[in-house]
Structure formats: structure tokens, C-alpha cells
């Protein structure tokens, strides 16, 4: 076998991601260098490109929908405001070069910022929907590192479904996490990781847990950072009963 | 295709009416996403979230981290999205690739550093266990029904190394590790295995480009 023949024998693999650390580092290096295995490997990745299909749908939870969209829409704005000064100031040449086109492409964008408002809008009137529907609001002061916090839950019996909100609470210990669990019959079940904004404070919406059995409360952790799964392993914030 | 015309298709419509649908109704996303149209964000979320969440639960067995994976996905793809003259990966076969890395990433970070090969996911998590239609479903329904019946028709060796390798992220040493059998068996099945899958899913490719 000469050396490219085993790179051809490896080629699938290597697009599936199959191969072991030391084979997937050799082909690494080789890829850069070889057209011809570059095209097969687009090939067998288009070829395979509905196979993750063969898994089954599963419907979001409530607010999955409105978290991701904030999240992303988020992420590149920040660096985009450091830009703002300079952009205004060719906005203005632009402007004096061609007010017409400053103008269709203002209209444009208002367009889509209107389209995201009303995006947002909607996901707000979910989220006052269940707030107003909460036949249950139940609180629990919080300290953390010199720092008076709170959990509170609005729990809508109708829909099932609770908004929690986290607020006062300084950042996670480099290392840990806040948690969110849900107390069952069947013991504790993980519910959210809790992120907090830059003034300690965050809001969720969340449904019933589907393992566990019957809803009994809830418990807010300080969690590991690295774990994701088992039950809590960090001490325990907070904790309500229903 | 103008907004307003966006719509979803019915699950029973056939294969061909549907991969149309979706084909126009990506391309229309597509330029849009790329345009910088935020709303097009919001369809493209609802379209693939189900599928894509489907993907990362099934790969990571933990509802938090399959939605962390699912958010880099749609955030890589906001961040990223090119023309479709610039390439011909489909927004669905891009999202549910990054989607699968992301999970692959994870999960060899787990096992690393949790787990010792022997303890890692014992059981089989049948990923791959039949499934009835249902709202998540709709539209994607009969792409996944024929990805379904190409697994099916896979013999039970290759099927479970498909299961292992592709949805479970293990490499060749840890699939010959944990099945108890040659490294050069795995390789194999592997081979047969995806050999098979590409001729039978070939009549999918013209919705993915």
C-alpha cells in the first residue's frame, strides 16, 4: 500500500469522524495538500448530509425558541457597538454622497428591526401570559458571597409551565455553576443551568421535567462546572416546596 | 420567494413536493440570513430546532447540553452563512453538522474526563428506535422516514457500528473495545455500513444541494 492508498482507505472515516486521535492528527496534516482527498471527503459529507435525520424530532422546550434568538442576535451586537462612532461618521459620507440610498437602506433595516421587535414582543406576551395565569408565587432569599439574592418561581397550574426568575446573585466562582432542579417524587431531576446577566439577574421559562414523577419544589445549586449530569453535588442556595 | 410566502408544508406531502418546499424555503432563508434579516433567524429556529434538538438529545442523553450545542449551531450559522453561490451545503445539512461535531466534541470531553471507556454508556441508548409523526415533526417528517428505513435495512452488526460511530462518537480502538472484536471488524462494518448508506441516501442528495 502506498501512503496516499491509505489515506483513500481512511477518507470516509475521516468525514464521519470515526477515525482514532493519532490517525485523525495524520490526516489533518495531509488534507491541506491534497485536493483530491479534500473532494471525496465533500463528497461523502454531502452524500451522508441527511443521515443525522435518521434520529427522531424532539419539540423545544418553552422559551428555547426566544433564549436561542436573544442569544444569538446578542453575541455579535457588542463588538458592533465599539464600531458605532466610526460607522455614524461614514454613515454621514455616505449620507452626503447619496441620501436616496441611505434612505432605501435605512427603510430595510427598520424593516427587519420591526420584524425582531414583534418577534420579541410575542415571546414577552408569552411569558406575561404565564406570569398573569400563576396560580402560585414562591419565593426564597438567596445569600452568596456577601450578596442578598432571590429565587422566585410563578407557577402556572393551567399550562404547567413556571417562570423563574434569578436576580442578586454575583457571578459563579470560576469553576462552578448555578443550577436549577426540580424536586420530585422520585428525588431531585436537573432542570436549567442558570446564567446570569451582567447584574446578577436572569429569567426562564421552563415546563414540568418528564422523568421524575410529581413536582414537589424546586432547589437552586452551586454546581461543578464541568458536570452536567448525576444528581447535585454542590451546596444547596435555595429550595421551595409547592 | 417573498416572505409571506413561506409556509409550512404537510407531513403525507410526497417526497418530491416536499423537497421542493424546503428547497425554496431554504434558498429564501439563505438570503435572507445572509441579508442580516432577523425574522429569518426566527423562521429558521422554528424550523430546525425540533430536528437539530433531536440530534444533539439523542447523541448527548442530557436535555441542557443538547440545547448549549444546538444555541453554538444556530449562533456558528448566523455568524457564518455565505451565499448559496459560495457553496453548496443546504442550511439544514450545514446546522445538523455542527450540531453533530459540537456533540461529538462533548462528548470525548466527557469520557475523558468522567469516564473510563468500560463505563461509558453501557447500553445501547437506541438512538435509533422507531418513531411515530407528530408536530415536531412537520416538515423534515419523510427525509427522516427514509434515513429511518436505510438504517433499518443495515445488517445488526453495521447498524450498531453506525450507532456507535456516528451517533455516539466513538472511535475505531473504542468501538473494537467495547463490541470485544478486531479493530479490523469494526473498520469493516464501517465500511459496508456507510458504503450503503451513501448509495441508498443518494436520492436525497438533490435536496441538499
Known amino acids: 500500500m502506498t501512503a496516499h492508498e491509505w489515506f483513500v482507505e481512511q477518507r470516509a472515516d475521516y468525514a464521519i469522524r470515526s477515525l482514532d486521535e493519532g490517525d485523525r492528527a495524520t490526516f489533518d496534516a495531509h488534507l491541506p495538500n491534497c485536493p483530491e482527498c479534500r473532494a471525496e471527503i465533500d463528497r461523502v459529507e454531502a452524500e451522508l448530509a441527511w443521515l443525522p435525520m435518521g434520529l427522531k424530532p424532539v419539540a423545544p422546550r418553552p422559551g428555547f425558541s426566544r433564549r436561542v434568538i436573544q442569544e444569538v442576535l446578542d453575541e455579535p451586537r457588542r463588538p458592533a457597538r465599539r464600531w458605532l462612532m466610526p460607522a455614524a461618521l461614514a454613515a454621514s459620507l455616505l449620507l452626503a454622497l ?32 404565564i406570569m398573569k395565569g400563576a396560580a402560585r408565587v414562591l419565593q426564597a432569599n438567596v445569600r452568596m458571597g456577601g450578596q442578598q439574592g432571590g429565587l422566585v418561581i410563578f407557577a402556572n397550574e393551567d399550562t404547567h409551565r413556571w417562570n423563574v426568575v434569578v436576580h442578586g446573585l454575583p457571578p459563579a ?10 424536586i420530585t417524587a422520585d428525588g431531585m431531576v436537573r432542570g436549567s443551568e442558570v446564567r446570569l446577566d451582567p447584574k446578577g439577574h436572569t429569567m426562564f421559562t421552563t415546563g414540568m421535567p418528564p422523568v421524575g414523577g410529581t413536582v414537589m419544589g424546586a432547589a437552586l ?12 453535588r454542590g451546596p444547596t442556595l435555595a429550595h421551595l416546596m409547592l | 420567494m417573498p416572505r409571506h410566502a413561506i409556509r409550512r408544508p404537510q407531513v403525507g406531502l410526497s417526497r418530491d413536493a416536499s423537497a421542493r418546499d424546503s428547497s425554496l424555503r431554504e434558498a429564501s432563508l439563505r438570503e435572507r440570513l445572509v441579508a442580516r434579516d432577523e425574522q429569518a433567524l426566527v423562521e429558521l429556529v422554528d424550523l430546525a430546532s425540533p430536528w ?12 441542557d447540553e443538547a440545547e448549549d450545542v444546538v444555541m453554538e ?58 418513531t411515530e409523526p407528530n408536530e415536531a415533526a412537520d416538515p423534515g ?16 452488526d453495521q447498524r450498531a457500528a453506525v450507532q456507535l460511530a456516528y451517533f455516539e462518537g466513538f472511535t475505531h480502538s473504542e468501538i473494537a473495545a467495547r463490541l470485544g472484536i478486531p479493530l479490523g471488524t469494526v473498520k469493516t462494518r464501517l465500511r459496508l455500513a456507510f458504503g450503503r448508506l451513501r448509495t441508498t441516501l443518494a436520492g436525497l442528495k438533490d435536496w441538499v444541494s
Do not use: C, K
Open chain 1, 173 to 182: 466562582p470560576a469553576g462552578e455553576r448555578y443550577q436549577f432542579w426540580f
Open chain 2, 73 to 130: 449551531a444556530f449562533r456558528t450559522v448566523w455568524q457564518n452563512v455565505t451565499p448559496a453561490t459560495d457553496g453548496p451545503t443546504g442550511l439544514m445539512p450545514y446546522l445538523m453538522r455542527v450540531t453533530r461535531h459540537r456533540a461529538i466534541d462533548r462528548l470525548r470531553r466527557r469520557r475523558r474526563r468522567e469516564l473510563t471507556l468500560a463505563q461509558a454508556a453501557p447500553e445501547s441508548r437506541s438512538a435509533l428506535a422507531p
Open chain 2, 141 to 156: 417528517w419523510g427525509v427522516h422516514s427514509q434515513v429511518h428505513e436505510a438504517l433499518e435495512a443495515l445488517p445488526a
Open chain 1, 98 to 129: 447619496g441620501a436616496w440610498l441611505a434612505g432605501r437602506q435605512q427603510s430595510r433595516s427598520l424593516e427587519a428591526e420591526l420584524a425582531a421587535l414583534q418577534g420579541r414582543t410575542a415571546a414577552l406576551e408569552d411569558t406575561l401570559s
Open chain 1, 221 to 232: 445549586t452551586l454546581e461543578p462546572g464541568g458536570v452536567s449530569s448525576g444528581p447535585p
Open chain 2, 52 to 63: 437539530l434538538l433531536g440530534l444533539a438529545q439523542g447523541m448527548l442523553s442530557d436535555q
